[in-house]
C-alpha cells in the first residue's frame, strides 16, 4: 500500500501575500499607485488583442463577487476581468442570498471567508461597507462602490480612457457637470484627477454641488457655460428619485434639463464627452451627444475590462494600497 | 421626594493621609489629610509629610447617560451602567428617559426608582420625558412626575419640533419646579445627515448635519425661555454658533445652562475618515472651529457641564457599515482620563477647571448636592493617579457595551478609586 500522507490544510490554501492590501479609496493612492495601475492596464489590453484571451496568471485564485446593489457593467466587467485572468469567480447578489433572509454583512462576511477568497469585491448601498469587509474577513477588498462614498475602478478606467484617448492627463481640464452631491463617481474622479493633475471644474445647481468640496482642490460654477472652457466634459447620471416633487434639490427635471443638460449647442467642437453610466437620454445628456463621435461612453466600459484585471492582479501580486486609519491614539 | 435613588449601603470610614487635594468649589489645591468617618468627611487637616502623587477632588456628576433601561437591558442595566460610572469617578448620574417604555408616567418612573434602590450601585436620577412616548405632541404629567422624582424634562435624542410646545413644556415646568432640557436638532436641516456638513462630509460622500441644524434650535429655545423667563438647559452642544448664542443670551440675563461631551472637546469630523461606527454620534463630531468654540466655553463658564452622553449599543449594532450604525458612543469609563490626557496635560486647560465642570458644575444645573471636601460633607470623592497610563480595549470596561470611541487608546490620568454617597464603590 502506498504512503498516503495526510493533507495539511496549509497546503490547500493558495500562498499569502504578506500585507493584506485593499481598494477602498482613491485617496489611499498615490500617483505611483495609479501609474503602474495604467501600465498594467495597457499591458492586459494588448493581451487582449491574442486569439486566446485568457491568461493563466491568477489561476488557482478565488474572486467574490458581492453585489448588494444592482449593477450591470461593474459586476459583468468585474467577473469577466477575473476569468480573462483565470480565477475561479463567485458572484452573489443579495437577492436570493441569506441577505433576503435577514443575514448581516457582518455574518455574510464570514460566511465567504469560510472559502478563503482571495479578493472580495463589494458593492453596496452604505458608505463604510467594505471597511467592515476589510475588517471581517481575510480576503483583499475592492470597493465596487458605497454609498454615496467612493467608486475607485470606475476612476481609473475613466483616467485610462482618457490617458488612451487623449494621451495623458496631466493639464487636461475636466468638467464634471452634475448631482456632486450624490455621486461617488464624482468625489473618485475628482480625488483620481487632481492626484493626476488634471484640472477639475465643477458644474451644476448649487443645492447639488456639497459645501466644501473645494478644499478637494477642484473649482466650482453654476453656470453651464463654464463647460466650454473644458477638454473633456464628464457627465453625471442625474438620479430620478433626486427629481422627486418636494426633495427640493431643483425645482424639475425640465429645469435641470434647461439649465445644466448637455447639450450639442453648449458644447465646444472637439470637446470629448463622458459618462458612467446609465444615462438618462434627454435629462442631464442629450441624445445627440451621447451618440457622437467625440462620446467616450463605449471606450470607457471596454477600458473597465482592462482596469479591474489590472486591479485584481495587482492586488494579488504587489504595491503599497493600504487603508489609512484616522488614529485617535496619543494626541497632543 | 428625593432625585437620587441608589442601594442604601454601608457608610465607610476612611483616611487619605497626605494627598494632593483639588477642591474647586473651594479653592483648594494643597497637600492635605482627609478622614472620613461613617461616610461624612470628618476632618480635613494640613498633611504631615508632602503629598504622595495622587490627587483627592470630588467625585464627579453626570448629567447625561443612557442606562437603556426599561427595554435594552442587553446594552446597559442599571447594575452594570452604575457600576460603570463608579469606575468613572461619578458619585451621582443621571438617566435620561429615551428607553422602551420611555419614562413618560409615573408607573414607569416608580418603577426605575424601585429598581434603583435595590440595584444601583451609585445613586442615579432619572429624568422623564417631555411628551409622552416622546412624540412631540403631547405635554407628560411633570408635576406628579417631579413629585416622583424626576430630576428634569426632556425629548434626548429627538427635539421638540413645534416651537409651540416647547413654550407650553417651559411656562408648565414651572409647576414642576424642575428644569427643561434640550436637544437641539432642526430635522429638516439635519435631513436624515450622519455627520457635520463640512469637507470631510462634502469628501467622504455623507449627507450633511450642518451645526446650524444645532444653532437655530438654539437660538429658538433660548428665546423662548427668555421671553417665559424659565431656566433652559442645552444638552450636548457641539457646534461654535450654538456657542455664540448661548454666550449672547447669558450676557441678556437668559436662565440658560450648556453641557459639552468629551468626544466633541477631544475629536473632530477628520476622525469620521477611518469609517469606525464608534465615531459615529448624534449631534456628529464638528469642525476644529467648533471644537475650539466649545472648549473656550468650558474654560470661561459658559459651558458648565461636562456630560459623556454615555451610549451604549449592542455589538452587532455598531459591527455594521458607517452609514447603517446607529449614533452614540460609551463614555462613563474614560471621560475623565480622555479629558485629562487631551486638554490637561497639554495645558489647555487646568486641571480644576476640569474637575469643576465634571462635578459642581452638572450638580448645580439640576439642584443636586454639590460634592465638595469639608467637614461635615457627605464623602463624594475621587481619587486619581495622573501619573497612570493605560490602554483602552474592549476588556476595559464595566458597562455592558465597548462601543468606545477611544478603543486602542493610550490614555494618562486614571480614577483609582471611587467613594460615592459615603461609600467605596470602586477601587482599582
Not at chain 1, 499607485?33 to 491574442?50: H, I, P
Not at chain 1, 475602478?153 to 456632486?180: C, N, P, R
Not at chain 1, 459618462?275 to 466600459?301: C, F, K, T, W, Y
Not at chain 2, 408635576?143 to 419640533?161: H, I, K, N, W, Y
Request: glycine share 8%; proline share 6%.
Amino acid at each position: 500500500m502506498a504512503d498516503v500522507r495526510p493533507l495539511l490544510r496549509a497546503e490547500l490554501l493558495p500562498p499569502k501575500s504578506s500585507a493584506r492590501r485593499h481598494l477602498i479609496s482613491i485617496a489611499d493612492l498615490t500617483r505611483e499607485d495609479v501609474e503602474r495601475l495604467l501600465a498594467l492596464s495597457r499591458t492586459f489590453a494588448r493581451s487582449l488583442e491574442r486569439d486566446v484571451k485568457k491568461l493563466p496568471t491568477l489561476r488557482g485564485r478565488t474572486v467574490v463577487n458581492l453585489f448588494f446593489e444592482s449593477s450591470t457593467r461593474t459586476s459583468s466587467s468585474f467577473e469577466l476581468a477575473a476569468k480573462r485572468l483565470s480565477a475561479d469567480v463567485m458572484s452573489i447578489k443579495s437577492s436570493g442570498s441569506a441577505v433576503d433572509k435577514g443575514e448581516s454583512l457582518k455574518d455574510t462576511l464570514l460566511t465567504i471567508g469560510a472559502y478563503d477568497p482571495d479578493v472580495i469585491v463589494i458593492r453596496h448601498a452604505h458608505i463604510g461597507a467594505p471597511n467592515l469587509a476589510a475588517r471581517f474577513s481575510p480576503a483583499h477588498v475592492v470597493n465596487a462602490g458605497d454609498g454615496k462614498h467612493q467608486h475607485p475602478t470606475q476612476a481609473l478606467l475613466d483616467l485610462y480612457t482618457l490617458d488612451e484617448e487623449l494621451g495623458g492627463i496631466e493639464g487636461l481640464h475636466v468638467a464634471i457637470v452634475g448631482d456632486v452631491l450624490h455621486s461617488r463617481v464624482a468625489r473618485s474622479n475628482i480625488q483620481a484627477l487632481v492626484l493626476m493633475g488634471a484640472r477639475v471644474t465643477l458644474v451644476g445647481p448649487p443645492p447639488l454641488i456639497p459645501r466644501g468640496i473645494d478644499a478637494m482642490g477642484c473649482e466650482v460654477s453654476h453656470d453651464i457655460r463654464d463647460i466650454a472652457a473644458a477638454d473633456v466634459v464628464y457627465v453625471l447620471r442625474m438620479q430620478r428619485e433626486r427629481m422627486l416633487e418636494g426633495a427640493n434639490y431643483v425645482p424639475s427635471l425640465r429645469e435641470y434639463t434647461a439649465r445644466w443638460g448637455v447639450t450639442p449647442e453648449r458644447l465646444r467642437p472637439g470637446q470629448k464627452v463622458m459618462h458612467p453610466g446609465p444615462m438618462n437620454r434627454g435629462v442631464e445628456i442629450d441624445a445627440a451627444v451621447a451618440d457622437s463621435p467625440e462620446s467616450l461612453v463605449e471606450r470607457q466600459v471596454r477600458s473597465g475590462l482592462v482596469v479591474r484585471m489590472a486591479v485584481l492582479y495587482d492586488l494579488l501580486t504587489q504595491g503599497p494600497v493600504e487603508i489609512k486609519v484616522a488614529e485617535i491614539e496619543e494626541v497632543a | 421626594m428625593p432625585m437620587l435613588f441608589g442601594k442604601n449601603g454601608r457608610r465607610d470610614s476612611l483616611v487619605f493621609e497626605d494627598i494632593r487635594v483639588v477642591d474647586p468649589t473651594r479653592g483648594i489645591d494643597e497637600a492635605l489629610t482627609v478622614t472620613v468617618e461613617q461616610g461624612v468627611i470628618a476632618s480635613v487637616e494640613p498633611a504631615s509629610a508632602p503629598a504622595n502623587g495622587k490627587v483627592l477632588a470630588p467625585a464627579f456628576v453626570d448629567p447625561h447617560v443612557h442606562l437603556r433601561t426599561p427595554g435594552r437591558e442587553d446594552e446597559e442595566d442599571l447594575a452594570s451602567g452604575t457600576r460603570a460610572a463608579a469606575a468613572g469617578g461619578y458619585c451621582a448620574i443621571l438617566a435620561m428617559p429615551n428607553t422602551d417604555p420611555v419614562v413618560d408616567s409615573a408607573s414607569v418612573l416608580g418603577a426605575l426608582t424601585e429598581a434603583a434602590a435595590r440595584e444601583a450601585e451609585i445613586p442615579v436620577g432619572f429624568l422623564a420625558a417631555i411628551t409622552k412616548g416622546q412624540g412631540g405632541a403631547e405635554l407628560t404629567e411633570m408635576v406628579e412626575l417631579a413629585e416622583r422624582g424626576a430630576a428634569g424634562f426632556t425629548d434626548d435624542g429627538r427635539p421638540v419640533v413645534a416651537p409651540g410646545l416647547i413654550r407650553r413644556a417651559l411656562q408648565y415646568s414651572a409647576a414642576a419646579g424642575r428644569p427643561v432640557a434640550v436637544h437641539c436638532e432642526e430635522p429638516t436641516l439635519s435631513h436624515g445627515g450622519h455627520v457635520h456638513e463640512g469637507l470631510v462630509s462634502a469628501e467622504l460622500g455623507f449627507g450633511g448635519y450642518p451645526s446650524v441644524a444645532e444653532s437655530v434650535m438654539v437660538a429658538r429655545d433660548l428665546a423662548l425661555a427668555g421671553y417665559e423667563e424659565r431656566p433652559l438647559h442645552l444638552l450636548h452642544l457641539s457646534a461654535h454658533e450654538s456657542v455664540e448664542e448661548l454666550r449672547r443670551a447669558r450676557a441678556a440675563g437668559i436662565p440658560a445652562t450648556a453641557e459639552v461631551t468629551p468626544h466633541h472637546l477631544c475629536l473632530t469630523d477628520d476622525a469620521v475618515r477611518s469609517l469606525d461606527p464608534n465615531v459615529k454620534m448624534n449631534p456628529p463630531l464638528r469642525a476644529s472651529e467648533d471644537r475650539a468654540a466649545l472648549i473656550d466655553a468650558l474654560l470661561d463658564g459658559t459651558v458648565e457641564a461636562i456630560a459623556t452622553d454615555h451610549a451604549p449599543h449592542a455589538r452587532e449594532e455598531k459591527e455594521v457599515p458607517f452609514e447603517e450604525a446607529p449614533f452614540g458612543v460609551t463614555g462613563l469609563e474614560t471621560a475623565f482620563s480622555a479629558l485629562y490626557t487631551q486638554l490637561v496635560e497639554p495645558g489647555v486647560v487646568p486641571l480644576a477647571t476640569l474637575l469643576e465642570r465634571m462635578s459642581a458644575g452638572p450638580a448645580r444645573i439640576y439642584g443636586l448636592d454639590v460634592p465638595t471636601i469639608q467637614v461635615g460633607a457627605e464623602a463624594n470623592l475621587v481619587m486619581l493617579d495622573l501619573d497612570a497610563v493605560w490602554h483602552v480595549d474592549e476588556g476595559s470596561f464595566r458597562s455592558k457595551s465597548a462601543n468606545s470611541w477611544l478603543l486602542g487608546s493610550k490614555l494618562h490620568g486614571r480614577v483609582v478609586q471611587t467613594v460615592a454617597a459615603g461609600k467605596v464603590v470602586y477601587a482599582a
